[in-house]
């Protein structure tokens, strides 16, 4: 079978390589759709965070096609989307269900290099420890809505991690799928007022179709706290959500917040910023950061299911496999980009 492998610097090449075997506690999913993530396209910019030799593709859905002797609770044929997370279970923040700081978390599919962690843009996918990543699908769940729980348990994540409430105002700095989510999330919640920052847009006009209130290009706007003010109506923003890795970003998620504001920190920016602390004194404002998920999965299913998130307004493509570096890879890099999610199928 073919498997996208991230070699070098855009060059993201499909190899051919075995159908994986499984052991006794693993499964085997044939792979339906697979997501484009946003760390997927950075490492395909420069490969430091996902390093050249990663088979990549770590959100998807599928159905188990082999289970191994172990697994209990599951059985071939079951409509499926996994955590591509490791969890030993031994080290501190395991042992205190803080899987998603797992000291190894990142030998994951999709995420490390080898075919031992191959990932899922290819036909099929090895899932270890099956019992502790497997998920099951209802019927009321699409394919392409299965491989958004992933995304989507990482900006569930991130809003439970905050210090939200119904009724505060928020606003959200990034609208990609991260960001997307976060406001889908908000708005059920009840959120007063979501603001989007947003750049993109294609992206600003589906900030809107999730429930952001306003959204805000920041190359127009020259004074930030100025705008948030009236659009607030003098009161600021309670939470902010950096789904960015835009390094200007930072300022401005922290100048926008209120006394007492709180920043919830998505997007992975890697490089020094220059900041003034003293505003964090001033405002006596709060800097939460949010990794992925924990126990996000089911709870994140369970709204799919219920149908009252707009998560297919994500979805701006569906490509096959042997396309994934000209209409994805190189489409999301564009400067002109007009893709937010691209789904993949092996077919």
């Given at each position: 079978m073919?498997?996208?492998?991230?070699k070098?610097?855009?060059?993201?090449?499909?190899?051919?390589?075995?159908?994986p075997?499984?052991?006794?506690?693993?499964?085997?999913?044939?792979?339906?759709?697979?997501?484009?993530?946003?760390?997927?396209?950075a490492?395909y910019?420069?490969?430091?965070?996902?390093?050249?030799?990663?088979?990549?593709?770590?959100?998807?859905s599928?159905?188990?096609?082999?289970?191994?002797?172990?697994?209990?609770?599951?059985?071939?044929?079951?409509?499926?989307?996994?955590?591509?997370?490791?969890?030993?279970?031994?080290?501190?923040?395991?042992?205190?269900?803080?899987?998603n700081?797992?000291?190894?978390?990142?030998d994951?599919?999709?995420?490390?290099?080898?075919?031992?962690f191959?990932?899922?843009?290819?036909?099929?996918?090895?899932?270890?420890?099956?019992e502790?990543?497997?998920?099951?699908?209802?019927?009321?769940?699409?394919?392409?809505?299965?491989?958004?729980v992933e995304?989507?348990?990482?900006?569930?994540?991130?809003?439970?991690?905050?210090?939200?409430?119904?009724?505060?105002?928020?606003?959200v700095?990034?609208?990609?799928?991260?960001g997307?989510?976060?406001?889908?999330?908000?708005?059920?919640?009840g959120?007063?007022?979501i603001i989007?920052?947003?750049?993109n847009?294609k992206?600003?006009?589906?900030?809107?179709?999730?429930?952001a209130?306003?959204?805000?290009?920041?190359?127009?706007?020259?004074d930030?706290?100025?705008e948030i003010?009236?659009?607030?109506?003098?009161?600021?923003i309670?939470?902010?959500?950096?789904?960015?890795?835009?390094?200007?970003?930072?300022?401005?998620?922290?100048?926008?917040?209120?006394?007492?504001?709180?920043?919830?920190?998505?997007?992975l920016?890697?490089?020094?910023?220059?900041?003034?602390?003293?505003?964090?004194?001033?405002?006596?404002?709060?800097?939460?950061?949010?990794?992925?998920?924990t126990?996000?999965?089911?709870?994140v299913?369970?709204?799919?299911?219920?149908?009252?998130?707009p998560?297919?307004?994500?979805i701006?493509?569906k490509?096959?496999?042997?396309?994934?570096?000209?209409?994805?890879?190189?489409?999301?890099?564009?400067?002109?980009?007009?893709?937010?999610?691209?789904?993949?199928?092996?077919?």
């Open positions: 073919k498997a996208a492998l991230l070098a610097a855009k060059q993201v090449a499909l190899e051919e390589i075995p159908v075997e499984i052991s006794s506690d693993e499964a085997l999913v044939e792979v339906k759709y697979c997501g484009i993530c946003g760390t997927d396209v490492s910019r420069n490969p430091e965070f996902f390093p050249p030799g990663t088979y990549l593709g770590h959100e998807f599928g159905v188990i096609s082999k289970l191994g002797s172990d697994v209990q609770g599951f059985k071939v044929g079951d409509r499926v989307t996994a955590t591509p997370m490791w969890q030993c279970g031994k080290c501190e923040p395991c042992k205190h269900g803080l899987v700081l797992c000291e190894v978390m990142m994951g599919i999709g995420c490390a290099v080898g075919l031992e191959a990932g899922a843009f290819a036909k099929y996918v090895r899932i270890p420890q099956a502790k990543r497997l998920y099951k699908l209802p019927d009321e769940v699409s394919f392409e809505e299965g491989a958004l995304p989507l348990a990482t900006s569930l994540h991130a809003t439970r991690m905050s210090s939200f409430r119904a009724g505060n105002h928020t606003m700095l990034g609208m990609g799928g991260i997307l989510g976060v406001a889908m999330f908000l708005k059920h919640a959120a007063g007022l989007a920052s947003e750049v847009k992206r600003a006009a589906d900030a809107k179709k999730v429930g209130d306003y959204v805000i290009n920041p190359k127009d706007v020259s930030w706290k100025e003010t009236k659009l607030t109506g003098g009161r600021g309670d939470n902010s959500y950096l789904c960015t890795n835009a390094p200007q970003a930072f300022k401005c998620s922290t100048e926008v917040l209120r006394y007492r504001g709180q920043l919830t920190m998505i997007g920016i890697t490089q020094e910023i220059p900041i003034t602390p003293v505003i964090i004194n001033m405002g006596e404002l709060n800097i939460q950061g949010s990794l992925i998920y126990d996000e999965f089911n709870l299913i369970d709204l799919l299911k219920k149908g009252v998130i998560a297919k307004e994500m701006s493509s490509i096959k496999l042997n396309d994934i570096v000209e209409k994805g890879f190189e489409r999301l890099i564009s400067p002109d980009c007009e893709e937010n999610k691209i789904l993949v199928s092996p077919e």
